[in-house]
């Protein structure tokens, strides 16, 4: 009840009536006769509480809008300029990651993205990721543990008023070291003094079904001959060994129809509904939105399902002083994958992997059915975020601000399998993690000016606090299928609390991280006559995972600012910045300010890290697995320089931004690797410095101009460029070899390190020989059949020094096309992206041709998933090698399978029309403002050299191994109307 009587007191009152003046509105208290003048700059306070001062750097929404997207990294994709976006699946709510002018450090692995994604600040408010520390419980870093959804996937786009890329190194200083690798800010709709306005906004659509070329077990056999028939044995284990799935002919689960398709891929529902209500008087006013989600792909049934509830409300209780609050919740829910690999590395657990699951889509319906009905697989997200903010004019020029700042997030997934997927026993987990994260933020800011002379001061400090946990349970081997709870004593104080009952095997984790960072800074601001700006800002960041002797660090940034239209006398725009700002980087793991530590190799158990043991035989010991910690581990640092030239031609109908930026990311934390007799693997030290260099380019132009019943066209492109460059390692080496990659100092840090392979050979007379001894490998002489690597050095011997470094994961240029087209009442928008420059190893060709060596490892590469019954590889691509060769001739780390992954897309195709002026729909709805009507195309086609599916579709670490789930055509229709 004190919630509606709230809201019905922000409605605006029937007797507001405005001055004759332009400078106030006087306000009728409804009970009351009094009249009081309240001034439009007071107004204003409270209804600008939560905007940027936006750039050209900011997205055009009205070309997104109408798209079913539900993920930020969706939102920029080709919007805006310097921005590169890494998707490498379309399933709803996985992860992506957001890189802003390039990788700050090498990105190696899934837990790297962490240390380049962008921040993202929704109405001031910086969102915390999932923390990484859990990933010590898993051998192989392909799947997070626990619900698994980006955080980044809970904004919905309905409630989002504006989106500006933050990018010049002065203005992320101010924000801190949150935002050293760039900045998403995100403004929602917040309140306004007005009559009361309603929004709603729905679209229904669906995922279409992607074509693909099924396969069944003939076409296997026929593969696997070739390598038979080409390379025969007189061993009768080989052909004893020949996997019985094959054998047999006559069986029609796998030798008859390949239409497990129909049951894996399916035209998906997409749908949304969102509702908005904004008013309110000169001395509060309110926004309150909320809406529902359903976003599905076309693969696998996977779905996800968002539900957001947002309150802003803004209060003048005095001119001199007004009060903020906004609130969010957010929550989620998932159906994910039914991926055999997933399961199996969630259990770690290995089964025997020599017959996949049948092509047919009976036997798979079969499958499908009894998963549906005895797995449970709950995977459940709740966000919230909230601050309340107050602003107070102490004096004419003089203005204190105080603001606190929530944001929380919350995980869970419940998981169980029956025996019958698990070879006669049964699984269960409960994995739950939340991140909290709280700021306390001060400010004072004085402006003044004498005349053409404008000066701003501010001094503040903010304190964050971050709290992360997660907790991990699981058991095997349960009773039966039905018992899928872990039930326990219900008295916390006994000593068997957590014993669990029913003979269920439990085994618990839980870990904790902390952050905390106490910041000060000061600004100052000089503009003279609206012609030159200059600006300076220092910080100081003292941090809790830093060392306590070099925990506090100074940073300053400093920008001057020249507007050229104004000294040339120009009506056109005109204006060059040049910009340096030293921004700390933020350091999450606590363990480098704890002082020495060390570890040896891992001491885990069969594919289970969890289980420690020495020698085999269990043991207990502490998981340090990623080395020695010592002293003297510093504050990493970011050097940003830009120089930025934005002009505008034609009376502004042609408007361009060129930016050229120059980053170095020091001193950054990597291991080094030590001598083996110290009983550890490496020590980590400081010394890591990556350089980015580039320029973004933003061209807006007015084609043809907005007149009424006139055709008007308008179009803008982004351009981006981006080099990086690895120009320090520690103790000045000179290159660091990490399992198949190498970081060498004056090379990319994504690029890919390869044998250059120049063929197979075909007789024992091509094979090379030095001294009397044929060409080796790894100690293995070359024989017939084998791949034909180059030996770099001509010692005679195959070997890492003859690796060279080729292609980078990430573009050189990229950016997006967009145009806008609109006719009296109608509207078409069209959105194209590119790449150029980006290379791929394709794993998943890799893997299908060496399947004599995973089959034979059972290891997590010989899993054959459905999707794996179909031809997704240019089979005319690769020689046919000797797979029973041990110098393992289909090894990914050659350019056999690198490839070039260029791409142009049409993303988006939107056509709409605005009905408000139709008589018969002002008649049904007398009060409507705009009711927009559109239809909507996603994802039209491709233009790619790319032999996968999709050339987006690529792993953090430039890997593309086919189970990133296809970008799928996407048709809608919707409507926006406003009463």
């Excluded at 991926?339 to 036997?363: G, H, K």
């Excluded at 020590?683 to 410095?689: A, R, T, V, Y």
Aim: zero cysteines; aromatic letters at 14%.
């Amino acid at each position: 009840m004190p919630a509606v009587l709230l809201f019905l007191t922000l409605l605006p009152s029937p007797k507001l009536h405005a001055s004759n003046s332009t400078h106030s509105l006087i306000v009728v208290q409804q009970d009351t006769t009094e009249e009081k003048e309240v001034s439009i700059e007071a107004i204003k306070k409270i209804n600008t509480l939560n905007t940027k001062k936006l750039t050209i750097d900011t997205v055009n929404l009205s070309v997104i809008k109408a798209n079913p997207y539900v993920h930020i990294a969706d939102y920029l994709k080709g919007q805006a300029s310097g921005v590169l976006v890494q998707s490498p699946t379309a399933e709803p709510g996985s992860y992506q990651n957001i890189v802003i002018r390039g990788l700050s450090r090498p990105q190696l692995s899934n837990n790297d993205i962490n240390s380049n994604i962008a921040a993202v600040y929704v109405n001031g408010i910086p969102m915390a990721l999932d923390h990484n520390f859990s990933k010590d419980l898993q051998r192989y870093d392909l799947t997070r543990l626990g619900a698994s959804t980006d955080y980044y996937s809970s904004i919905d786009l309905s409630t989002v008023q504006s989106i500006e890329i933050i990018k010049d190194p002065v203005r992320l200083s101010e924000l801190g070291p949150l935002a050293a690798n760039g900045a998403i800010w995100i403004t929602t709709y917040g309140g306004l003094s007005s009559t009361r306005l309603i929004s709603i906004n729905s679209y229904m659509g669906f995922n279409t079904k992607p074509q693909i070329t099924p396969v069944n077990a003939d076409f296997e056999n026929r593969f696997r001959r070739q390598f038979y028939n080409r390379y025969p044995s007189t061993d009768p284990n080989v052909e004893s060994r020949y996997p019985g799935y094959l054998s047999d002919s006559t069986n029609v689960n796998y030798y008859g129809p390949a239409n497990w398709m129909d049951r894996y891929f399916s035209n998906s529902m997409l749908s949304n509904l969102d509702l908005s209500i904004k008013g309110g008087t000169s001395r509060a006013n309110f926004g309150f939105m909320a809406g529902f989600t359903n976003n599905a792909s076309a693969s696998d049934d996977t779905q996800m399902k968002k539900y957001n509830v947002l309150l802003n409300i803004n209060m003048l209780p005095f001119e001199w002083m007004n009060i903020s609050t906004y609130l969010n919740g957010r929550r989620s829910s998932r159906d994910r994958n039914r991926n055999i690999r997933d399961r199996l590395l969630e259990m770690a657990y290995y089964p025997d992997l020599s017959t996949p699951i049948s092509p047919n889509t009976q036997v798979y319906s079969d499958f499908i059915s009894r998963y549906d009905r005895t797995v449970l697989d709950d995977n459940v997200i709740n966000n919230f975020q909230g601050n309340i903010k107050l602003d107070a004019d102490i004096i004419e020029g003089l203005k204190f601000t105080t603001n606190f700042m929530i944001d929380y997030s919350e995980g869970r997934r419940d998981l169980f399998y029956p025996k019958d997927l698990m070879e006669t026993i049964n699984y269960q987990s409960g994995f739950i993690n939340y991140s909290q994260r709280y700021i306390f933020s001060n400010a004072l800011a004085y402006n003044f000016n004498t005349g053409k002379n404008e000066f701003k001061f501010k001094v503040g400090t903010d304190y964050q606090q971050d709290l992360y946990r997660f907790y991990f349970a699981r058991a095997f081997d349960g009773p039966n299928d039905y018992i899928k709870l872990n039930i326990v004593q219900s008295d916390p104080n006994k000593g068997d609390y957590l014993l669990p009952r029913g003979d269920l095997k439990v085994s618990r984790w839980n870990g904790q991280e902390s952050y905390h960072m106490q910041s000060f800074y000061g600004t100052a601001n000089y503009i003279y006559d609206d012609t030159f700006d200059f600006k300076a800002v220092i910080r100081w960041d003292g941090a809790s995972t830093i060392q306590k002797d070099s925990r506090w660090m100074l940073t300053p940034a400093f920008s001057a600012s020249w507007n050229l239209a104004k000294t040339l006398e120009s009506k056109e725009d005109f204006k060059v910045r040049a910009s340096y700002g030293r921004i700390a980087l933020p350091n999450y793991n606590s363990r480098y300010a704890m002082g020495p530590q060390y570890s040896g190799s891992s001491l885990g158990i069969l594919e289970d890290p969890t289980i420690s043991s020495y020698y085999g035989f269990v043991g207990l010991t502490r998981s340090y697995k990623n080395g020695w910690i010592g002293y003297n581990l510093n504050w990493a640092y970011s050097d940003k320089y830009e120089l930025a030239i934005e002009k505008s031609l034609l009376d502004s109908r042609i408007n361009t931004m060129l930016a050229f930026y120059q980053t170095y990311d020091r001193n950054q934390i990597i291991g080094v690797p030590v001598p083996g007799e110290f009983g550890f693997s490496s020590q980590f030290k400081n010394g890591l410095e990556v350089k980015n260099m580039g320029f973004d380019a933003n061209l807006n132009i007015k084609v043809l101009d907005t007149k009424e019943d006139r055709l008007s066209w308008t179009t803008s492109l982004n351009f981006n460029f981006n080099k990086n460059e690895l120009t320090k390692l520690p103790d000045n080496l000179n290159e660091l070899i990490i399992g198949d990659r190498i970081l060498k100092v004056g090379h990319a840090i994504d690029s890919y390190w390869l044998y250059e392979n120049l063929g197979i050979y075909n007789n024992a007379g091509e094979i090379p020989t030095l001294g009397g001894s044929l060409l080796s490998v790894d100690g293995l002489e070359f024989t017939v059949g084998d791949a034909i690597w180059k030996d770099q050095d001509g010692n005679g011997i195959i070997n890492t020094d003859d690796k060279v470094i080729k292609g980078r994961s990430t573009p050189n240029f990229f950016g997006g096309f967009n145009n806008s087209f609109s006719y009296k009442k109608f509207q078409l928008d069209l959105g194209i992206i590119y790449a150029l420059g980006q290379k791929v190893l394709n794993q998943r060709a890799s893997n299908r041709y060496n399947f004599i060596s995973n089959e034979s490892s059972n290891s997590i590469f010989a899993v054959r998933e459905i999707f794996n019954w179909q031809n997704d590889i240019d089979l005319d691509k690769y020689p046919i090698y000797n797979v029973w060769s041990n110098t393992n001739p289909y090894r990914l780390d050659q350019d056999l399978f690198l490839e070039n992954a260029s791409y142009l897309k049409l993303r988006s195709v939107t056509l709409g029309y605005d009905l408000s002026n139709l008589g018969v729909v002002s008649r049904l709805i007398p009060t409507v403002r705009r009711a927009y009507v559109y239809v909507n195309g996603n994802n039209l086609f491709t233009l790619t050299p790319f032999s996968g599916n999709d050339p987006e579709l690529i792993n953090f670490n430039g890997y593309y191994d086919a189970y990133g789930m296809q970008f799928s055509r996407s048709f809608t229709l919707g409507i926006k109307l406003d009463l």
